[in-house]
């Protein structure tokens, strides 16, 4: 079976620090040991939170993270009021939300945020280290000076694996590139994936492709449908709700 990955992206939703670190816990306890996030997910919160999370566990749990989007980190800077802001900024900026429409995708902004992401998450490394949803395929030159920057940082112990996450019309050649260990797309691009052979391979919007199928199944028993016809297929799954956090343990 393919490892489940516990999406970290929603976590700043809920108000407070304290359940944040109830949820992730609980997903620890759970069994989960793959955790996906972003900086772009909560302004730098669902890092720092996740990284609270795992100081003082045992387990040995792989992390992927991202980079490319701008965002102000402003949750990683006021944890506690950070609910408080993202209400506030939504009220008064007229832009609020514009940096998601904005990539960069450069050396140095790929070693600076993962400097970022590696000190909110407490690590020295992370597992998966992915270009995060190109609004446009790249460049061939942008991907070699990429892909040369990710074997240099792959050298120096700070990723592990190195790749891309989002739509596989965005991902151009990437999906192809010998560079790329890993692919991170929604579950409905599975079919375009077919010939990434080697790659690991990650799908997210597992829930929304349920709710499409409708089919009268429990999602756990879809998960396992899924899993089970896709051999090494690895799935990000999510909730920010304990009770439906709970309903995952038949996934374990």
């Known amino acids: 079976m393919g490892a489940l990955i516990f999406g970290v992206g929603g976590l700043h939703r809920l108000p407070f620090g304290s359940r944040r670190i109830r949820v992730l816990n609980a997903a620890l306890d759970l069994g989960f040991r793959d955790f996906d996030v972003a900086p772009a997910y909560g302004n730098g919160l669902n890092e720092l939170e996740l990284g609270r999370a795992l100081a003082s566990v045992r387990y040995d749990c792989r992390i992927t993270t991202k980079f490319g989007i701008p965002i102000d980190l402003y949750g990683e800077r006021h944890p506690s009021l950070f609910y408080v802001l993202r209400g506030a900024k939504k009220l008064v900026d007229r832009h609020y939300g514009s940096e998601y429409g904005r990539r960069i995708f450069s050396p140095e902004?790929?070693?600076?945020?993962?400097?970022?992401?590696?000190?909110?998450?407490?690590?020295?490394?992370?597992?998966?280290?992915?270009?995060?949803?190109?609004?446009?395929?790249?460049?061939?030159?942008?991907?070699?000076?990429?892909?040369?920057?990710?074997?240099?940082?792959?050298?120096?112990?700070?990723?592990?694996?190195?790749?891309?996450?989002?739509?596989?019309?965005?991902?151009?050649?990437?999906?192809?590139?010998?560079?790329?260990?890993?692919?991170?797309?929604?579950?409905?691009?599975?079919?375009?994936?077919?010939?990434?052979?080697?790659?690991?391979?990650?799908?997210?919007?597992?829930?929304?492709?349920?709710?499409?199928?409708?089919?009268?199944?429990?999602?756990?028993?879809?998960?396992?449908?899924?899993?089970?016809?896709?051999?090494?297929?690895?799935?990000?799954?999510?909730?920010?709700?304990?009770?439906?956090?709970?309903?995952?343990?038949?996934?374990?």
């Open 109 to 252: 902004e790929m070693q600076k945020s993962l400097e970022g992401s590696l000190r909110r998450l407490r690590r020295d490394y992370v597992d998966d280290f992915m270009i995060h949803e190109p609004l446009v395929p790249l460049s061939r030159g942008d991907i070699g000076e990429l892909s040369e920057k990710a074997a240099r940082l792959r050298q120096q112990g700070k990723i592990r694996r190195w790749g891309v996450a989002g739509p596989v019309s965005s991902m151009g050649t990437l999906i192809a590139d010998p560079a790329i260990d890993v692919i991170q797309f929604p579950l409905e691009d599975l079919p375009a994936t077919s010939g990434t052979q080697g790659k690991r391979r990650i799908a997210f919007g597992v829930y929304r492709r349920y709710k499409e199928a409708a089919d009268g199944k429990a999602f756990t028993s879809f998960v396992k449908d899924v899993v089970d016809r896709n051999k090494g297929l690895d799935v990000i799954i999510s909730t920010v709700f304990p009770a439906t956090l709970q309903g995952f343990g038949g996934l374990f």
